[in-house]
């Protein structure tokens, strides 16, 4: 993707050539928020409730958009166009941006940093979509408002890399006992009478976009949902396990912490959940 084209700050520009101060306050202090919007056929999945998202973001660490949200969603879709995006995602981050040196304070009538990318990479034919993945429980070290869609990302990193050093493909996170959620996705498992259990939301896990429109659909398939704090152990036992995110959908989990989930394949409800979403995103992506 060396010749892709991205976007600074009202400029469209090759990769290589867009620069970022070294003041700025997201280089500095992970001062920034971001969205991943999956990207279908050239078109935006769910990007309406990404935008509604990245506004609470902001809103919650005082950072002013610097452009309307409508322009950004056309910014995205240019930027599709110029990269003949097909499938993937589009990242963009704001920052509060640069007051010319390095102070913890919010400096006064700084101009925020905007930054987009493309993102080619296959979403609907992922193998782990097939497969399944494996996972292992690590202590959740992150701070406490996991609602707010930060850049500062290290110690879910950090999970990841324990994961990747054990051979797996991710982490889940543990906090006094229970899991939050995985190192970039909500968490989920079916019970063995096919209850549908996770997390309910608050500042201890990310309001997922995908999460929410999963939850929508699992009730119109009358599949009965708890949203509840839910251990280790309890997944250990469950009849399946998932996750979800905005480029994931939904990928079945078979093992948590060599623990074989249901028949070690990936579930039922897992599966028919992700062909539903994946059906009703690629009809509503704009």
């Given at each position: 993707?060396?010749?892709r084209i991205v976007y600074l700050d009202?400029?469209?520009l090759k990769e290589d050539e867009a620069k970022v101060s070294i003041f700025d306050r997201g280089f500095l202090f992970g001062d920034a928020v971001y969205e991943v919007t999956a990207v279908i056929n050239g078109k935006l999945v769910d990007n309406e409730g990404h935008m509604i998202r990245l506004q609470r973001s902001c809103n919650e660490l005082q950072i002013a958009l610097p452009v309307p949200l409508a322009e950004i969603t056309n910014i995205q879709k240019e930027l599709i166009k110029k990269n003949a995006l097909n499938e993937g995602g589009i990242y963009l981050q704001i920052s509060r941006g640069s007051a010319g040196d390095r102070d913890f304070g919010y400096p006064a009538d700084v101009k925020p940093t905007?930054?987009?990318?493309t993102q080619a990479r296959e979403l609907l034919n992922s193998p782990k979509a097939t497969k399944g993945m494996k996972v292992i429980t690590t202590e959740d070290i992150r701070w406490k408002r996991r609602d707010i869609k930060t850049v500062g990302l290290l110690a879910p990193c950090m999970a990841k890399q324990a994961a990747i050093e054990k051979q797996v493909d991710d982490a889940w996170l543990i906090e006094?006992?229970?899991?939050?959620?995985?190192?970039?996705?909500?968490?989920y498992i079916v019970t063995q009478d096919g209850v549908l259990v996770t997390r309910p939301l608050s500042n201890d896990i990310l309001h997922g976009i995908t999460r929410k429109a999963l939850l929508e659909l699992a009730e119109k398939e009358a599949i009965?949902?708890?949203?509840?704090l839910f251990?280790?152990?309890?997944?250990?036992?469950?009849?399946?396990?998932f996750v979800s995110s905005a480029t994931t959908f939904v990928w079945p989990v078979v093992e948590i912490d060599g623990h074989t989930i249901g028949d070690g394949k990936p579930g039922n409800v897992a599966k028919k959940l992700r062909e539903i979403y994946i059906e009703l995103a690629t009809k509503t992506a704009e």
């Open positions: 993707m060396m010749g009202g400029q469209y905007l930054v987009l990318f006094d006992g229970y899991i939050t959620e995985g190192s970039s996705n909500n968490a009965k949902i708890e949203e509840r251990t280790a152990e309890e997944a250990y036992q469950a009849a399946e396990a």
